[in-house]
C-alpha cells in the first residue's frame, strides 16, 4: 500500500524553515556582527547554527520531493 | 584576526538567486558524486566579490550539514561504509587543519591575490590531473561495453588489497575491500588537505577510494559524504575562530543545495554505476578551464603579469562562462540519465551485498 504523503511534515518543517530565514534577513546586520566575532564563545555561532538551518530545511526538501512523486529506489 | 567588512559583500537580489540556483545544481552534484558541489560554489562565490579565503569557509560551513543529509540519505539506499568514511575522516581531518594554516599564512604573506591564486593553481592542478584520469577510466569501460556492470578493481587497488602489514589491517564490510591503514591515512590526509584549500577534497578522496582502495564508484561517493561532513564540521570550526564564515551567504547556499543533494541521492538510485565517472569527469575539466581563465588576473593583481584592465575583464567573464557550463553539463546528464535510468527501470539499483 502506498504510503500518505506528509503534507504535515512539509508544512510545518517549510514554516520553520521559513521563519529561520526570515530572521537572518531581518537581524542580517546584527547577525553578522556577532557570527564573525573572534572572542569567547562567538566563533560557534555559525557552527551551531548550520545544523539548526539544515534540520529544519532538510525536513522540508525531503518531504517537497517525496510530496512530488520523486524517490529513490530501494528494490 | 578580526574581520573587516570589506570581506564580507553586501547581498543584492541577483546576488541570492545566483547563489540558491548554483547552491541547487552544486547539491544535485554532491548528492550524486559525493562531493564537488563545492568546487563550483567556491569560485562562483569568487566571482561576485567574495574574497577566497572567505568563500572556502562559507563553502565550508554551508557542506557540513548538507553531507550529513546525503549521507543519511545515501545509507537508506545502502551505499555508505561508514567505518571506512570514519576512518579516512580521521586522518583528513588533520589535513584539512595544517591546510588551513598553510592558507592563513599565504593570506598574511601575499594577501588577497595571493590567496585567490593559491586557490585557483591547487583547482586547475587537481581537477585536471584527477578529472583526466576519470574520464579516461569512464571512456575505456563504455568501450567495453561493460557499463551496466559494477566497477572493475584497478591494477594498484589489486595490489594494495594483496598487501598484508599485521597489526593494521582493516575490513571494511560495505566496501567490501581489506586494506593496511597504511594505505588510508595518507590518502585521508590528501583529501583533507586538498578540501581545506579548494573546499572540495571528494576530488582526491572519491577517486582514491575507486582506483587506490577498490571500493565501487557508488560507495565511494557515498562514503565520501561522511568524509565531507567531518572535514566541513572541522574546518568550519578552523574558520570561524577567524570569524572568516558568512553566515548568509552560507544559508543561502544550503537552502537550494538541500533541494539539490535529496535529488541527486535519488538519482544515485536510477543510474548505471559509471555515470558516476562521467559525471565527476565532464564537470571536473570544465572547471578547471574556468578557474585557469582567472590565474592571469590573479598574477597581474600580484604584480607578475601586466595585463590590460580590458583582458581582465574578458577572462573574468569566460572565466564564469565556463563555471556557467560546468554546472548546467552536470545537472543536464544527471538529470538526463535519472530520467533514462526510469524509463529503462531496469538497471541495478544497489550494491550486491558484501559477502
Known amino acids: ?75 | 584576526m578580526d574581520p573587516s567588512a570589506s570581506q564580507f559583500i553586501d547581498l543584492q537580489a541577483g546576488n541570492v538567486l545566483a547563489l540558491l540556483a548554483i547552491g541547487f545544481v552544486g547539491g544535485l552534484v554532491s548528492g550524486f558524486i559525493g562531493s564537488g558541489g563545492a568546487f563550483v560554489l567556491t569560485p562562483a562565490m569568487m566571482s561576485m566579490g567574495v574574497p577566497g579565503i572567505v568563500a572556502v569557509a562559507t563553502n565550508l560551513c554551508h557542506k557540513f550539514p548538507k553531507a550529513l543529509v546525503g549521507a543519511y540519505q545515501r545509507n537508506k539506499y545502502g551505499h555508505v561504509d561508514v567505518k571506512l568514511g570514519l576512518v579516512m575522516a580521521a586522518s583528513a581531518a588533520v589535513g584539512v587543519w595544517v591546510g588551513a594554516d598553510i592558507q592563513h599564512q599565504i593570506k598574511e604573506s601575499f594577501g588577497e591575490p595571493g590567496s585567490n591564486l593559491y586557490v585557483s593553481l591547487a583547482f586547475v592542478i587537481v581537477l585536471t590531473v584527477v578529472g583526466g584520469y576519470v574520464l579516461h577510466d569512464a571512456i575505456a569501460v563504455y568501450r567495453s561495453g561493460r557499463s551496466d556492470e559494477q566497477d572493475r578493481v584497478s591494477r594498484l587497488a589489486r595490489w594494495v588489497q594483496s598487501v598484508e602489514i599485521p597489526g593494521t589491517m582493516m575490513h571494511f564490510r560495505t566496501a567490501n575491500v581489506r586494506v593496511s591503514a597504511l594505505f588510508t591515512l595518507p590518502l585521508g590526509f590528501a583529501t583533507g588537505l586538498l578540501a581545506s584549500a579548494i573546499a572540495v577534497g571528494g576530488f582526491i578522496g572519491v577517486p582514491g577510494m575507486m582506483y587506490v582502495l577498490g571500493v565501487t564508484g557508488l560507495v565511494a561517493s557515498a562514503t565520501e559524504l561522511v568524509i565531507a561532513f567531518v572535514m566541513g564540521f572541522g574546518g568550519t570550526i578552523k574558520y570561524a575562530l577567524h570569524g572568516l564564515v558568512d553566515i548568509r551567504l552560507a544559508m543561502i547556499l544550503l537552502a537550494g543545495s538541500l533541494f539539490g543533494i535529496q535529488l541527486g541521492v535519488i538519482g544515485t538510485t536510477y543510474v548505471r554505476p559509471f555515470m558516476i565517472k562521467v559525471v565527476m569527469a565532464a564537470i571536473m575539466l570544465i572547471v578547471a578551464v574556468s578557474r585557469g581563465l582567472a590565474v592571469p588576473v590573479y598574477l597581474t593583481e600580484l604584480g607578475s603579469l601586466d595585463l590590460a584592465p580590458r583582458t581582465m575583464a574578458q577572462l573574468h567573464t569566460a572565466s564564469f562562462a565556463f563555471l556557467v557550463l560546468a554546472l548546467c553539463t552536470g545537472g543536464i546528464i544527471i538529470i538526463a540519465a535519472m530520467l533514462r535510468g526510469h524509463r529503462l527501470g531496469a538497471v541495478p539499483l544497489k550494491e550486491p551485498a558484501p559477502e
Open chain 1, 1 to 75: 500500500m502506498e504510503r500518505s504523503k506528509p503534507y504535515p511534515q512539509l508544512i510545518a518543517s517549510g514554516i520553520a524553515s521559513g521563519i529561520l530565514y526570515v530572521l537572518l534577513y531581518l537581524y542580517e546586520r546584527e547577525v553578522m556582527e556577532a557570527f564573525t566575532r573572534t572572542d569567547g564563545w562567538y566563533p560557534a555561532l555559525p557552527v551551531l547554527a548550520a545544523p539548526v538551518f539544515s534540520f529544519a530545511h532538510g525536513v522540508f526538501t525531503a518531504s517537497f520531493w517525496e510530496v512530488l512523486g520523486v524517490k529513490g529506489r530501494t528494490k
